[in-house]
T-cell receptor
Framework: GDSVTQMEGPVTLSEEAFLTINCTYTATGYPSLFWYVQYPGEGLQLLLKATKADDKGSNKGFEATYRKETTSFHLEKGSVQVSDSAVYFCALRTGGFKTIFGAGTRLFVKA | GAGVSQSPRYKVAKRGQDVALRCDPISGHVSLFWYQQALGQGPEFLTYFQNEAQLDKSGLPSDRFFAERPEGSVSTLKIQRTQQEDSAVYLC?????????????FGDGTRLSIL
């Protein structure tokens, strides 16, 4: 069945460091891909999305490119801030309405 | 507020009790989803409504779980004869249309603890 695998956390970085959180997927068909973020004490929020191969989603300095050839959707940010500390979830949705989430990656950013 | 509202925020119940969790979606949102999130894991799909119709309930783990949305707005997730493995955060999400690329707006969840 469809699945999402993302790198295990926690990931600990210093402020202004470069961030990569790896995400790979397995899906039949052509899924849409998403990154969600969950800040401490808050609900899940959509961070960015891409709906077809080679699309790049971007928001708040974060980017991810839909790579069909490697079935990946890695999240990147050039310079993280303390306020980026959160749990990040990679997710996919195929022809139906069911969204499949990865296990989440916790990010800690130190000042 | 204008977001998805869930209540209660926390629920503690004894094993064997029935519980009911409520979700108020964003006004006018057609689609409503329930997810179960175990500690340290990502959300897992439970069920999906389009207006009042439950179109997919393939993720409900057992027949003890039941969801309804009788008037196409508020939804209730009911768990009968609760078990310890039901302890999790239950998330509700809604989206504005039935398009599969529409973003889902999540509530803060109900944290259910079964003693």
């Amino acid at each position: 069945g469809d699945s999402v695998t993302q790198m295990e956390g926690p990931v600990t970085l210093s402020e202004e460091a470069f961030l990569t959180i790896n995400c790979t997927y397995t899906a039949t068909g052509y899924p849409s891909l998403f990154w969600y973020v969950q800040y401490p004490g808050e609900g899940l929020q959509l961070l960015l999305k891409a709906t077809k191969a080679d699309d790049k989603g971007s928001n708040k300095g974060f980017e991810a490119t839909y790579r069909k050839e490697t079935t990946s959707f890695h999240l990147e940010k050039g310079s993280v801030q303390v306020s980026d500390s959160a749990v990040y979830f990679c997710a996919l949705r195929t022809g139906g309405f069911k969204t499949i989430f990865g296990a989440g990656t916790r990010l800690f950013v130190k000042a | 507020g204008a977001g998805v509202s869930q209540s209660p925020r926390y629920k503690v119940a004894k094993r064997g009790q029935d519980v009911a969790l409520r979700c108020d979606p964003i006004s006018g949102h057609v689609s409503l989803f329930w997810y179960q999130q175990a500690l340290g894991q990502g959300p897992e799909f439970l069920t999906y409504f389009q207006n009042e119709a439950q179109l997919d309930k393939s993720g409900l783990p057992s027949d003890r779980f039941f969801a309804e949305r009788p008037e196409g707005s508020v939804s209730t997730l009911k768990i009968q004869r609760t078990q310890q493995e039901d302890s999790a955060v239950y998330l509700c999400a809604s989206s504005s249309t039935q398009g599969e690329n529409q973003p889902q707006h999540f509530g803060d969840g109900t944290r259910l603890s079964i003693l």
